[in-house]
């Protein structure tokens, strides 16, 4: 499976923004997707996940209430929609997909999009 993120910037604290991370080549049934996050000097850590029926989703207590994760299995994507954004939120966000056991660990995902640079300015 290969994952194209997209929807970064730099946005004011307590602004919005919307990435999508779109997936080809390869069966996603049985997967979830969703979105990790790495500020500088940090460790990657994970924000939120949807399978793909979107029956099940997830999200760290950090953005719970502030972000939102969908689909559109029409054409592959899924989103984060990120409200009231922090400057702590500032970080490269990386979309990923992966079996659900292996949620959220991102140790266990072998399917990794690029990053998208999302900066929340003070």
């Known amino acids: 499976v290969q994952l194209q993120a997209s929807g970064g910037g730099l946005v004011h604290s307590g602004g919005s923004l919307r990435l999508s991370c779109v997936a080809s080549?390869?069966?996603?049934?049985?997967?979830?997707m969703g979105w990790f996050r790495q500020a500088p000097g940090k460790e990657r850590e994970f924000v939120s996940a949807?399978?793909?029926?979107?029956?099940?989703?997830f999200a760290a207590d950090a953005v719970k209430g502030r972000f939102a994760i969908s689909k559109h299995n029409a054409n592959n994507t899924i989103h984060l929609q990120m409200n009231s954004l922090k400057p702590e939120d500032t970080a490269v966000y990386y979309c990923?997909?992966?079996?659900?056991?292996?949620?959220?660990?991102?140790?266990?995902?072998?399917?990794w999009g690029q990053g998208t640079l999302v900066t929340v300015s003070s």
């Open positions: 080549g390869g069966t996603l049934s049985r997967q979830m």
């Open positions: 949807i399978s793909w029926d979107g029956g099940i989703k």
């Open positions: 990923a997909a992966g079996p659900t056991e292996n949620w959220p660990w991102p140790d266990r995902l072998h399917s």
